[in-house]
């Protein structure tokens, strides 16, 4: 095998990886702001499936990856809403968005089963990057979207850690009784975060439709949302490990794809359990880490806010 | 002490309260109200989708409900729902989140479908129990991969039980289309079927089995622990506070690992019920989402034992209701759909075992 099966390996990890860094960066947003949203799987299905109906309709990707940060905001809505205003055990809650969201995304999704995408978003060499030597192949040879996070994550990173609303988030996640008192208002930061972090779940899984494989199935995101709660985790919390992490579990599926292509004596099912054994042993892994290291979650993280109870 | 305070009309107020203790009339509401908005939310959509909702609901019901075959298939369908709505109630009592249920029931179904096919001219009286050990050893095994790093490490077993359920779906799914397909299924991905002696007896002339006795002993055995053993009062301790539950000396890590195992056990039982009773042979695609179901139902039933068999019964009726309405066109997720909304009522209405409405008149000042 020559370097380019590398090569391509490579750059397929990084359009597997896009979806997941997608979905992990919203929700790293969220949980930043202390709200864990388990519903990312349910967001990204919505996502995927709305996304997909008004390309199919409007022939106009665009609109459809619009249509699906919308619908997926709509359903973080509900989470916040829930979590949030009405102080609801947050695991619970994202269940049921997982849940909710993987019926709903069946039931209107029904009638689009087997429809190929009459658009998709095409890949865009960028001219000179692209022709760098390995790297061009690797990272500049995709479409807009995938150039997309590229700009988003590090802009993610310094909005958290260099701007004032960044830190803000930061405190009303680290401890929110704080943060109300100097001032900041953090139902509202919660709000924000846990809606944006839904949109950006939805986005992921509007790639799915509209890039990654132009067509709609069933429950066709199969766990990349988990994967994307985490990857949250192995990131640390930090949107620039997020991009290292997702290429990482980009590659692990690639890998597991490429070598059922390539018919070793494995079974693809064997192949298939890959991509979620990997991602328990890196949590686990991690986890070992940050408890020697003393870092972690944001310390409000899962705990409703009550003014009440300070 | 007031959350939001609204004037509604100049002489009277209405504010939301703190309550000291939630009264028994609200808890048992809460589901209830969650049950209707969800059928008036749900029933929304479903119009939306060009159905006619009182139609559909009427027919869901009738079917599930009202028919003699029907009643049946919804209690058959019930016996899974509640052994794995138990395991999932017992962990959830512990606040311990096992999401596993649905992996585990598949592990369960697969030790059971071995012991059937290794055993094939054995009597009943061992078969079946060995069928029924293997099934809950192989679920509590299954559900030690995520306790063990949790009580050792404090890994998320959120994540770590949930991906499991896909590597066991893909092992039943390699067994069935690999070493264990039998070659004179004509390719259908079905082991060989299991011997009359490794089948549950059914009631009579219908689909209703043992496993149905299985399932309530498994309620009353659990009731006995949770609220009747010394045990039992340590999980729900840990579940109210693992502050108190270590300043007291309980043993949280030993106990996590225990009620992981035990919730597991039950979902490993659930899937050799349905498997030794119903397909009689192992099948890919055998559960409709029992596991994920049985989130729904502990949630609703409160992680009480004896309410779990009750929602259990209402859930399946919505799931034999929904398939009888796939005739008319209303897609099978639906079920989801509707599953997924409940919980959203249910946490929402919540709020109200711990808050009042209030309409006072206005004092004149």
Redesign the interface.
């Known amino acids: 095998m020559d370097y380019t099966f590398y090569l391509a390996v490579l750059a397929a990890a990084v359009t597997a990886g896009t979806p997941i860094l997608y979905a992990a960066l919203g929700e790293l947003l969220a949980e930043r702001s202390g709200v864990l949203n388990l519903g990312v799987e349910g967001m990204m299905l919505v996502g995927a499936i709305v996304g997909f109906i008004i390309a199919v309709n409007t022939a106009n990707p665009w609109l459809g990856v619009g249509g699906a940060m919308l619908a997926s905001g709509a359903l973080a809505l509900i989470h916040a809403f829930l979590t949030i205003t009405l102080q609801a055990n947050q695991v619970v809650s994202g269940l049921a968005l997982t849940m909710f969201g993987a019926g709903f995304s069946s039931f209107i999704g029904r009638p689009f089963v087997g429809i190929a995408a009459p658009v998709s978003f095409q890949n865009i060499p960028i001219p000179i990057l692209s022709q760098i030597p390995y790297l061009g192949d690797i990272f500049f040879r995709h479409d807009p979207l995938v150039y997309l996070t590229y700009i988003l994550a590090p802009l993610m990173w310094f909005l958290l850690y260099w701007t004032r609303p960044g830190l803000n988030i930061q405190a009303v996640g680290e401890d929110p009784a704080a943060a109300d008192a100097v001032g900041i208002n953090v139902k509202l930061v919660r709000y924000l975060c846990v809606i944006t972090g839904g949109m950006f779940a939805g986005l992921g899984g509007a790639y799915l439709t509209l890039a990654f494989a132009p067509l709609w199935l069933d429950g066709m995101t199969a766990g990349r949302g988990w994967i994307a709660i985490a990857l949250v985790i192995f990131a640390v919390w930090n949107p620039l490990k997020a991009i290292a992490g997702a290429y990482l579990f980009g590659g692990v599926a690639a890998m597991s794809f490429r070598m059922q292509i390539l018919e070793i004596p494995v079974s693809p099912f064997f192949l298939q359990m890959m991509p979620y054994l990997f991602t328990i042993m890196v949590l686990i892994i991690v986890t070992i880490q940050a408890s020697v290291k003393r870092i972690g979650a944001p310390k409000a993280l899962g705990l409703a806010y009550d003014r009440e109870d300070r | 002490?007031l959350?939001a305070q609204k004037k509604f009309n100049p002489g009277y107020r209405i504010r939301w309260e703190?309550r000291l203790v939630s009264t028994p009339l609200i808890n048992f509401s809460i589901p209830v109200i969650s049950i209707i908005m969800t059928l008036l939310a749900g029933g929304a959509?479903i119009a939306a989708?060009g159905f006619d909702p009182i139609f559909i609901f009427q027919g869901m019901f009738t079917s599930a409900f009202l028919s003699f075959t029907g009643l049946m298939e919804t209690t058959v369908k019930a016996i899974p729902l509640i052994l794995a709505g138990l395991g999932v109630a017992l962990a959830f009592k512990m606040l311990l989140?096992n999401?596993g249920a649905e992996g585990q029931l598949h592990m369960g179904a697969f030790a059971a479908s071995g012991v059937a096919l290794a055993l094939p001219d054995a009597p009943a009286y061992i078969v079946l129990p060995t069928m029924i050990l293997a099934g809950m050893v192989a679920g509590a095994l299954w559900a030690s991969?995520p306790a063990i790093?949790k009580a050792y490490?404090?890994?998320?077993e959120?994540?770590?039980s949930?991906?499991?359920n896909?590597?066991a779906i893909?092992?039943i799914?390699?067994l069935v289309?690999?070493p264990w397909r039998d070659p004179a299924a004509l390719g259908f991905p079905i082991t060989k079927a299991f011997g009359q002696a490794a089948r549950l007896p059914m009631f009579g002339d219908t689909r209703v089995h043992t496993g149905l006795l299985i399932a309530i002993a498994a309620a009353i055995a659990l009731y006995i622990i949770l609220y009747h053993s010394k045990w039992g009062c340590e999980i729900r301790v840990i579940g109210e506070s693992q502050g108190a539950a270590r300043y007291a000396g309980m043993n949280i890590r030993r106990n996590i690992i225990l009620v992981m195992m035990l919730s597991g056990a039950l979902a490993g039982l659930a899937g050799m019920v349905e498997i030794s009773a119903i397909h009689a042979r192992l099948q890919a695609g055998f559960s409709p989402g029992f596991g994920?179901t049985a989130?729904?139902i502990a949630?609703l039933a409160r992680m009480h034992p004896g309410w779990v068999i009750l929602v259990s019964f209402l859930m399946s009726g919505l799931l034999v209701g929904g398939f009888s309405m796939q005739i008319h066109g209303l897609?099978?997720?639906?079920?989801?759909?509707?599953?997924?909304?409940i919980?959203?009522f249910l946490?929402?209405g919540?709020?109200l075992t711990?808050y009042r409405l209030t309409i006072r008149r206005k004092k004149v000042a």
């Open positions: 002490m959350v703190k959509v989708m989140w999401i991969l790093p490490l404090g890994v998320n959120i994540i770590t949930l991906l499991l896909y590597v893909f092992w799914d390699y289309f690999g994920y989130i729904i949630s897609p099978v997720a639906t079920v989801q759909m509707l599953q997924g909304a919980l959203f946490l929402g919540n709020i711990r």
